[in-house]
């Protein structure tokens, strides 16, 4: 980017007065987290502050948003604070994606270092032998010791074909389906807007709900829980998280969509369209990085 | 190379006079075995490349200090702005001494690797906060705490003075013995968190991971008493779990051997051996830790 | 470098000038300048807490025998003292001078996202009360070392939970005040400022958010997978299940190492600031210094397992982490020799802000030395995890990352207050700190290769002289530390009035162009750069 850009019509930069958001969300965070802690602990009043926590939290998120979108609506915000948002936004993205880049390099370090170690691999040869004897650590492995509800330890894998396989053309439609109302609210078409925006998210949804039936089953019929050594503990923080954010982007959208029925946006400002597409297809790519380490590989 | 040359001389220097460098208060040991005197020499041949290039650094800065002061004169010349030439200069001299450095350090790193043909095993696992020695196809067994003097004074306020106890924090009830001029191979785990065996006269230090087996050696080429510690924080007394080797003449260990066995025969009559049921499940020990 | 025009300035507008008052100027500030000031004294409160948990480290090593602490305790001082230092005290006073600097450097009206550039700051407070806190519950404070590592972190008591927490806001305080920088920088910059005329400061400061947003996320789910283990049965670092305790190591590593990178990136760009002005020539190799930067981080990802080199790694493995690492002194030798072709036929003076830049000049690169050193495979199995790693961290850490923000403090503290402080005062200071820090650290690489590990609250007998030494050093140090609190006061409340330029120099840089103390908003319009 090479120069400093020139200032719309309109005016300066915007720099808000005070505010008190912020702060708000700090306290919110720290009820939240002090509550959380509480919980697991296991102390008695936990659960109540945790609560507390998750009210604060979302109001803050409510107050917050409606004075972000007042301000927009007013036209406080020029084309030199939309590019401040969309960058913003790209860089939180990448911070979500080194975050499952944890996860992933996990999986991959469990597989390809761990598993074949404790099986004697290269200089650790005396591993099995001394410890855990005869292991043989093929994936998917819950460990030399089983780890698992299941009293013999055996556990059972979801198969990428049934609805995993589902569930990517799902994630892969909605991605579609943003797309083109993307591209309708480019062109002034309202009618497809609301309708591909509507059907993205109920993708989005109906993803989310396969995805609970799996853990279901996962949970109650293949022996397949979080505790079930490190397939497990892989595989539900790697799709867990991932869920949680598809979720999370399916209500970003939903409120995109309460916003599109308002009037909000014009063909050539619309940031927040934006950025919550931008997000969705982030969480498009995680899931293809899933499909293919977690179900298919 | 220069630096290897370098590397030799400081070695062979640092051989001349070990007891020198054994007491030395303020440098590594050289040790008692050839990689520890490898890992000297390494050690100081870094440290003369370090202050060899201090001398020329820290020379131009305080030339720099003391002449081109504003109090006495000094114009600064607005001219000297950027040259290529010599960011590629001392972009390139660093590199080369580094290439010089690093193939010595990679003989010695590959050396120190190589754990075969070893003739004794010694499987060393870590407790909180103890350790246990089993010595491998010999039916010995045991553990090795803090000598009993030491961990009395250790306590807090005790009162006692630490000069006044014989090698304190550094002695164990039961050390470990091995053989003079035998390749000994320890075979390192831990059963509740991570430790660390470290004996810096053979320049030995190996993490022992509970639910991994690592490979470590040493040949030792003197007869002798050896201290070291726990180098991995491993919780409440992580510094009061020393290790002791006693390295003596093969007729000696032999002897010594002997001996353990004996005892250890009359008394598995009773009990059984510690380590049969140790390390058998050491994750089961780590989660009822949790 | 950018030579600034002034005329905008003064045509700046009235309503715009008033500060809100009371309380709530902070509680709700979205002024960059105000923002800035609150993270510096957070800063400095951190630094004083982190120091008094140093203070009863060095007490208790005095002499040898348990005299103060219980072990347990003794542990919990060294975790938190790190943890406070590192994310309480450094991170936030480079945010702080990012806050009140980087606008004025680049000629822009405040941060670009206000409001949240206030939540990254008020996070902070709040999730160290959550990590002083635990010292107070059942087991105490965290105490498995700054470094966390699994299984010794699960054994933890109720400050286990607090501790992962804290670290999560922590983190994203960081990564918002990253993303700001970032945006600042890339969108904020006044016409003409082209990347090539940025400020090194700046320059430093975008690379350091790079690598902050890279890996802060990197330890928040380390942390996570801590807590999922402890509390949800997964088996991350438990080979029972096939998980590894060494995972941990390399996934806190690969934050860890580039961590370490972001507590000395923006030192770099305070001393590149300084060393010009007070040499009274233009930096050296600016570009040469711009690409050392960037190559520093982007080696910062290739090198983590230097700290892991006992724990078992392939040889292979080994050996290339080692050479990655020493290849980082590469680049780090750019830089400090175009510093030292900076002062070379200069016209030097030598106020505080310069004195303690060079004394970062020599004792971060002494620092640096033994970081070498300790990259050395073989030779790293003797140092490992004695106190000739405490030495080197505290080379870089303190005459290093501490000073460059001393010297940044002083360099720009007129322009803050608009008054110039006691020279004398600020200079006592600097001499007392820089010989007693010396005195402090350079004894632990001797503690260190003769045999003592860290992290252990009693040591064998052949460890007393140098520990005592050490301890006096920094008591000294410590002590020495309220000047710079006095001479921070003494600038807050009054004194000579500070010129624009302050400096009787001619500092490059639109931060002085501007008056002093800088007027409550920065450039409302844009000032051009030629
Ligand atoms: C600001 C923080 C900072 C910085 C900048 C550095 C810089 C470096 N560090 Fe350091 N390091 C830490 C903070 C830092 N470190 C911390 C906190 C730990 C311990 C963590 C823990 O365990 O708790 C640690 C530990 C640590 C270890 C692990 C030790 C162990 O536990 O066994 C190693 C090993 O390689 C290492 C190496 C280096 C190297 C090679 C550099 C290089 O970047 C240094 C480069 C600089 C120079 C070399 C000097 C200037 C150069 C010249 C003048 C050019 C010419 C020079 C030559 C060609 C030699 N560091
Ligand atoms: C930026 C980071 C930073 C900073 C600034 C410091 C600053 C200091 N550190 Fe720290 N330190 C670390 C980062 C840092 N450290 C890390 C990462 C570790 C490793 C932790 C681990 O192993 O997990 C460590 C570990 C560590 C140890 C090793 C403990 C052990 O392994 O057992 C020691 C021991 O001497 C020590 C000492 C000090 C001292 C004396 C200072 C001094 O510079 C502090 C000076 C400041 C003050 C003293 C405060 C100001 C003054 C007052 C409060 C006035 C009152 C004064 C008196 C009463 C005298 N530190
Ligand atoms: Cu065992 Cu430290
Ligand atoms: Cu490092």
Redesign the interface.
Known sequence: ??????SSDNS??Y?????????F???A??VL??G??MT??GANNGPSLLGAGFVLIFTLLFC?FRTVINESEAGTYNL?VD??FR??MS??I???V??????F??LF??RN???P??SGA???H??PE???RGFE?VWP?????K?GPRADGSFETIPALGVPAVNTLLLLTSGLTVTIAHHALRAKNRAVLTTFLLATVLLGFLFVFLQAREYHEAYTELGL??????????F??LTGFHGFHVTVGAIMLLVIWFRVLRGHFTPDRHFAFEGVAWYWHFVDVVWLGLYIFVYWL | MLNRKVATVMTSLAAAAPTLAYESTYNLPVGATDVSARVYGLHMMMFWVCIAIAIVVFGVMIYSIVKFRRSKGAVADQTLLHSTKVEIVWTLIPVLILIATAIPAARTLIVMEDTRNSELSIKVTGYQWKWHYEYIGKGVNFYSSLAADSNEARQLKSGIDPHGVKDYLLNVDNPVVVPVNTKIRVLLTGNDVIHSWWVPDFAVKKDAIPGFINEAWFKSNKVGRFTGQCTELCGRDHGFMPIVVEVRSKEDFAKWLADKQAAAKAATSGEVAPTATAMTTPAAATTAAL | MAHADTHALHAADHHDDHKPHGIGRWLFATNHKDIGTMYMVFALIMFFIGGAMAMVIRLELFKPGMQFVDPGFYNSLVTSHALVMIFGAVMPAFVGLANWMIPLQIGAPDMALPRMNNYSFWILPFAFTLLLSSFFTAGGGPAGGWTLYPPLSLQAGDSFPLTIFAIHMMGASSIMGAINVIVTIMNMRAPGMTLLKLPLFCWTWLITAYLLIAVMPVLAGAVTMLLTDHYFGTSFFNPAGGGDPVMFQHIFWFFGHPEVYILILPAFGIVSEIIPTFSRKPLFGYDAMVYATASIAFLSFIVWAHHMFTVGMPLAGQMFFMMSTMLIAVPTGVKVFNWTTTMWKGSLSFEPPMLFALAFLFLFTIGGFSGLMLAIAPADYQYQDTYFVVAHFHYVLVPGAVFAIMAGVYYWLPKWTGHMYSMTLAKWHFWVSTISVNVLFFPQHFLGLAGMPRRIPDYNVQFTDWNMVSSIGGFVFGLSQLLFVAVIIQSARGGPKATAKVWDAEPLGLEWTVPSPAPYHSFSDAPEVH
């Not at chain 1, 980017?1 to 020139?6: L, S, W």
């Not at chain 1, 492995?141 to 010791?145: D, I």
């Open positions: 980017m090479a120069h400093a850009p020139t300066k930069y720099i808000p007065h005070g505010s008190p958001w912020p702060i969300g700090s306290v965070l720290f987290m002090s959380a802690a697991m602990e917050w030199h590019r401040s960058m913003g860089w939180f990448f911070s979500e080194m975050f499952f880049a944890a996860f390099g996990a370090y469990a270092f761990a598993l170690w404790l290269g200089a650790k005396l591993t001394l410890l855990w650590g492995s819950n460990g030399p010791l780890v829980q979080l505790g079930t050594g490190i397939y497990g503990s892989t539900f923080m």
